[in-house]
């Protein structure tokens, strides 16, 4: 199993931990299109608690990647995924928040779903 299979195969069992449904098929191109960061630990997880941190989600994420416009929805869609995963969750992993974040918004064409 290559490092990235392993990775995308953490993910699952996090989503299947958290009892959240998925497409595994979403997930994996989700975690494909986060490159290199999966495999770094600081950059592999997301601080609910940083402002900076969420900020970056949203205005390299959600904005960019997405191609939303800015506007308090954005934070509240990034509020309730946090929620979702569990605000006591010291590993908000990456790929499972922009997994929610696309699917909140329904955004699979972004990753060609």
Known sequence: MSKFDEKVELYKNFMNNKGISFDADLLTAVTKGLGPSIYKRDAETVSGTDA??????????????????????????????????????????????????????????????
């Open 52 to 113: 900076k941190e969420l900020e970056t989600v949203k205005k390299n994420f959600l904005i960019k990647k997405l191609g939303l416009e800015d506007g308090p929805k954005l934070d509240e869609a990034i509020s309730e995924v946090l929620e979702q995963i569990g605000t006591s969750e010291r590993s908000k992993y990456r790929a499972a928040v922009y997994y929610l974040l696309t699917k909140k918004f329904g955004k699979e064409s972004v990753y060609g779903l």
